[in-house]
Each structure stands twice: as structure tokens, then as C-alpha cells.
């Protein structure tokens, strides 16, 4: 298995209330993504990093930030929870930007009621 | 606006009756296709990566080839345990995978 860990693996929040989840990684890879996968939809980009501090939106990026302090550590924060952002999130990681397979952890699923 | 379609949405075999799923994409320039694997409660387990049409690749009892329009994932004789959701995806230019919504496999004993 690759060295993704996700956490927590499930959390039941407030609506309104802010809401980190972490994904930790022990293969130094550069690059990082978060996605979130809803029924009827494919897996679906948040943010990803590409490197320490650097940061960029994906296709459903509002309502989510994102910070990489180190290289195995990239955070995602929902500032203020909807009931829209109930979904299983994932984080991804790549060796490089180029043609390379991307290694996925096993999820966070984020009920917010 | 770049595409990706998965068919079936589902599929039931017997075990032992092979058959094969389709992922159609329309895409501006294709960087690569992936083929993921994902049991429920799981992340998705990377299969295979095609890059050029014409390219086939095996593993076990998948085979997983490409054209410029779509590619194809055969299951050989399948067992129970190759029950699961296969999703495809494709890299562009972006830096980005983008998936389709999957086709979830069941095999029957």
C-alpha cells in the first residue's frame, strides 16, 4: 500500500462549523490532491499542491482552503460546513506531474448535518 | 469541455462469463488513461495507465486496451473477488485526473 493516511476516517459536524482533515504521506512525493466522490459523480478535484506552500484551485475548490507546510502533510479546511459538503473525500499523491499514476488513501467520510 | 463515459453503470456476471467495460472520452489532448480498482469503504487501487492507442495491457484476468476514442477493460473468466467499481480517468494537459462515475461489477458464484 502506499504511505497515504488519511484522518479521521469519519467525522459527524455542525453545520457552520470549520472542519480540517489531513493527509499524511511517507513517499516524499511533490504532488498532493484532494477529491471528493458523490454518487452520480466521478471522483472530482478540490485543490492540489505541487510542492511545499504551493497551492492551486480544482474544479469544485469553493468553500475549501488548503495548506501544505511540509511535504508529507497537506490539509484540507471547509471554513464553514454546509450540508452540500457532505461527500467521501480522498487525497491523492503523484511522483510527478507527468503520466505517472496517482496513489489514493482510503478516505474521509464527512457527514455534516 | 473534456469528457469521460463509463458503460455499463452496472454489471452482473456469472462466475467464469467474460465480458469487458467501456470508458469513452472525449478529451483535448490525452496525456495518459487510467484504470482504477475501488472496493466499497476503500480508495481506489491503481490497475493500469495507457498512453497511446493501440497499447494493451494484462493483469491477472483484466486486460485493459485503448483506442483514440475509448478504451476497453476484458475480464477473463471473473471470479467473485473481481467484484467492484472499476473507474477510468484521463490526464490532460491540466494537472489533473478526471474520472467517470465508474461501472460496478458484480460476479456471481
Known amino acids: 500500500d502506499a504511505g497515504i493516511t488519511q484522518s479521521p476516517r469519519h467525522k459527524v459536524t455542525e453545520t457552520g462549523t470549520p472542519v480540517t482533515l489531513r493527509c499524511h504521506q511517507t513517499e516524499n512525493h511533490r504532488y498532493m490532491y484532494w477529491y471528493r466522490q458523490d454518487p452520480g459523480h466521478g471522483l472530482r478535484l478540490i485543490h492540489y499542491?505541487?510542492?511545499?506552500?504551493?497551492?492551486d484551485k480544482g474544479e469544485v475548490s469553493d468553500g475549501y482552503s488548503v495548506s501544505r507546510s511540509k511535504t508529507e502533510d497537506f490539509l484540507l479546511t471547509l471554513e464553514s460546513a454546509t450540508s452540500s459538503q457532505t461527500s467521501v473525500y480522498f487525497c491523492?499523491?503523484?511522483?510527478?506531474?507527468?503520466?505517472?499514476?496517482?496513489?489514493f488513501g482510503q478516505g474521509t467520510r464527512l457527514t455534516v448535518v | 469541455e473534456d469528457q469521460v463515459t463509463q458503460s455499463p453503470e452496472a454489471l452482473r456476471l456469472q462466475e467464469g462469463e467474460s465480458s469487458s467495460l467501456n470508458c469513452s472520452y472525449t478529451?483535448?489532448?490525452?496525456?495518459?488513461l487510467f484504470w482504477y480498482r475501488q472496493d466499497p469503504g476503500k480508495g481506489p487501487e491503481f490497475l493500469f495507465t495507457?498512453?497511446?492507442a493501440g497499447e494493451e495491457k494484462e493483469k491477472e484476468r483484466l486486460k485493459a486496451t485503448l483506442t483514440k476514442k475509448e478504451s476497453f477493460l476484458h475480464i477473463t473468466a471473473p471470479k467473485p473477488e473481481d467484484s467492484a467499481t472499476y473507474l477510468c480517468?484521463?490526464?490532460?494537459?491540466?494537472?489533473?485526473?478526471?474520472f467517470g462515475t465508474g461501472t460496478r461489477l458484480t460476479v456471481i458464484p
Open positions: 499542491s505541487y510542492g511545499v506552500k504551493d497551492t
Open positions: 480517468a484521463v490526464q490532460t494537459g491540466a494537472n489533473n485526473l478526471f
Open positions: 478529451v483535448s489532448g490525452l496525456r495518459g
Open positions: 495507457l498512453y497511446s
Open positions: 491523492a499523491i503523484r511522483r510527478d506531474r507527468g503520466n505517472t499514476e496517482a496513489f
